[in-house]
């Protein structure tokens, strides 16, 4: 093996000769109130955020307690219309065949009435809606008859 001679260099660099100093400094007015700010901000949205989570319980809440009592209210309507069916049912049964029919007849009649009733209506809404077309097509009839003449 074959060693050669080997040559080292060194530099020098040249040092400040002022020492940095390791200690922190003192946050600046403007820093301080920045930080002040955020900390303030996020505890206000911190508040919000547990008031809306609140909100939100309350209602889930209200919402469970306000089902409740209506399927008890529905369960208590649905066998009160069970109750009246079968006794209705059993007073047709009794009932005799005359009240029936004076029954379907009074019945028949309340619809008859009421058919008649709602065909007046509704002549009398169609016939005021061509009064009034009509009077818009004098109106019309008569501006264009002005117009002629005044241009004769």
Not at 17 to 39: M, Y
Not at 66 to 90: F, P, Q
């Amino acid at each position: 093996m074959h060693h050669m001679a080997e040559t080292t260099k060194t530099t020098t660099t040249k040092r400040s000769t002022t020492a940095r100093s390791t200690a922190r400094k003192t946050p600046s007015k403007s820093t301080g109130r920045r930080v002040r700010t955020v900390a303030k901000n996020e505890t206000r949205e911190a508040a919000q955020a547990n008031v809306r989570a609140a909100k939100t319980t309350a209602k889930q809440g209200r919402g469970v307690a306000e089902r409740a009592a209506l399927v008890s209210v529905g369960a208590t309507l649905e066998a009160r219309d069970r109750a009246v069916a079968i006794v209705s049912e059993l007073r047709s049964v009794t009932a005799s065949p005359e009240k029936q029919i004076g029954k379907f007849e009074r019945r028949g009649s309340t619809a008859r009435t009421k058919l008649e009733r709602d065909v007046r209506k509704a002549r009398t809404r169609l016939e005021r809606e061509l009064r009034g077309r009509r009077r818009d097509a004098e109106h019309l009839v008569s501006a264009a008859k002005e117009r002629v003449s005044a241009i004769a």
